[in-house]
């Protein structure tokens, strides 16, 4: 093997090998038993390969649709929801299940607060009045969790739920928009770059040495 082969090949196993770091956190084929909720459906997942596959018809749509439920208030159902939402829109699971960790006990109440905010000043730019949400009703909804008394900040719960909500969809179909154009311009140029590879090593496997050396005439 020569030395541009051995180079090529080499580039060839690295950016395999780059891809796997980059997926091991996420749900894979061989490892979706492992995740709760998600081994219920393992047998059905894995018969069908579209769930699995990471070309951008699959996976553009986890993307949009990942960031929206990513960011609704609604912790602790994401990852059923984005299991039966890959389902129906044939969509890459391991993104749509990954984004889902975005959310997470550390981040979920400051990125819920912000997307409120978020949510208000879209409705004020409409002249709808929303209140404010500070310290003093995190702090009444904190104890109404805890206690179940929700009677009597029902109201406030509800549009405090209605006005994130909103944020969320903003903020996360902007993302999604942003995330699923990456991704084709990079599968792109992946591809690009992946035939250039493969051509030259078949060039390179193909190319074979002249042993021998033509004669001169007597």
Not at 88 to 109: D, E, H, K, S, Y
Not at 128 to 138: A, L, Q, R, V
Not at 184 to 191: E, H, L, M, P, S
Request: proline share 6%.
């Amino acid at each position: 093997m020569t030395n541009e082969s051995h180079r090529l090949f080499e580039e060839k196993r690295r950016r395999i090998r780059r891809l796997k770091r980059w997926l091991r956190p996420l749900p894979r084929r061989a490892t979706v038993h492992r995740y709760p909720v998600l081994n219920w459906f393992a047998k059905a997942a894995r018969k069908r390969i579209y769930l699995w596959s990471f070309r951008p018809e699959q996976a553009v749509p986890a993307l949009r649709v990942g960031c929206i439920l990513t960011l609704l208030p609604i912790y602790g159902l994401q990852i059923p929801l984005a299991l039966l939402l890959a389902f129906l829109m044939r969509a890459n699971l391991p993104i749509l299940a990954g984004l889902q960790l975005i959310t997470n006990p550390f981040t979920v109440l400051p990125i819920w607060f912000a997307l409120y905010q978020i949510g208000r000043m879209t409705l004020g730019l409409l002249a709808i009045e929303t209140s404010p949400f500070g310290k003093n009703e995190i702090d009444a909804l904190i104890q109404n969790f805890f206690t179940g008394n929700w009677g009597n900040n029902l109201d406030t719960l509800l549009s405090v739920f209605s006005v994130t909500t909103l944020g969320g969809v903003i903020i996360g179909t902007f993302l999604g928009a942003v995330a699923g154009s990456l991704y084709r311009f990079i599968a792109k140029r992946t591809t690009v770059s992946y035939q250039r590879l493969h051509h030259k090593i078949e060039q390179l496997r193909n190319s074979k040495p002249s042993s021998t050396t033509p004669k001169d005439d007597a």
